[in-house]
């Protein structure tokens, strides 16, 4: 199957901080990514979709000043954690579609984000 | 909206038996589900779908079973290896096309 990956696995910052995510498909082009995040013990919750050449749209409850995605090209999605808190801290997963394939969603490995 | 929910959040199953995970969901107008494994620390793995034109589909090893008159689906897992030890989502694409809600997840412990 399509392979999606996510860079950096896993990052540590400090309260206030910004932190990048990347989301990257590496074999095929993703005209839509979608984010997830994951608190421990808890199911994957959609943030936002991410459409490329296009705003994302956020789920309700979701601040999209806090988090900011870019599509900017068809195999690289990213979402911008700004002014990171401890509360934010969690796993944070994000999946693509292939355009031709079918409805299947590709996950990427997920990036655990620490906010100290 | 689309809600998912699992009748179990714990499954212990003996080595070698088969384990059957459930799931039902709110929304009649949904037409695509899946279950997907996920390890400790790592992201979903796809393990099987089906659309709603189908009531069973089986790959290696698992079954899922649909049931669109009561909102059901289940995942069988024939003869449950060690390997199988994961948490278990179903998830729903839902009335908003491309959407995917995820179910809360069943842990699955395979007993030696």
């Known amino acids: 199957g399509a392979v999606v990956s996510q860079h950096p696995s896993r990052v540590i910052c400090k309260s206030g901080t910004s932190v990048k995510i990347e989301c990257r498909s590496l074999?095929?082009?993703?005209?839509?990514m979608f984010w997830y995040r994951q608190f421990p013990k808890q199911s994957l919750m959609l943030m936002a979709t991410?459409?490329?050449?296009?705003?994302?749209?956020?789920e309700q409850g979701v601040e999209k000043d806090k988090f900011l995605i870019n599509h900017a090209s068809l195999t690289l999605s990213t979402l911008t954690v700004t002014s990171a808190h401890p509360e934010d801290s969690s796993f944070y997963i994000c999946?693509?579609?292939?355009?031709?394939?079918?409805?299947?969603?590709?996950f990427g490995p997920g990036t655990r984000l620490t906010v100290l | 909206g689309e809600s998912v929910g699992l009748h179990l959040p714990t499954l212990s199953v003996q080595e070698g038996d088969n384990s059957i995970i459930n799931c039902a969901y709110s929304?009649?107008?949904?037409?695509?589900f899946i279950w997907y494994k996920q390890e400790s620390g790592k992201g979903p793995q796809f393990i099987i779908d089906?659309?709603?034109?189908?009531d069973k589909r089986q790959g290696q090893r698992v079954t899922v079973l649909l049931n669109k008159t009561v909102k059901h689906l289940s995942l069988q897992i024939a003869a449950t290896q060690p390997g199988d030890s994961a948490v278990y989502f179903c998830?729903?694409?839902?009335?908003?096309?491309?959407?995917?809600?995820f179910g809360s997840g069943t842990r699955l412990s395979i007993r030696p």
């Open positions: 999946s693509a579609r292939e355009p031709s394939g079918g409805r299947e969603q590709f």
């Open positions: 074999d095929f082009q993703a005209t839509t």
């Open positions: 991410s459409n490329e050449g296009s705003k994302a749209t956020y």
């Open positions: 929304n009649s107008a949904s037409d695509y």
């Open positions: 089906i659309r709603s034109n189908m």
């Open positions: 998830a729903v694409e839902g009335s908003s096309a491309s959407k995917i809600i």
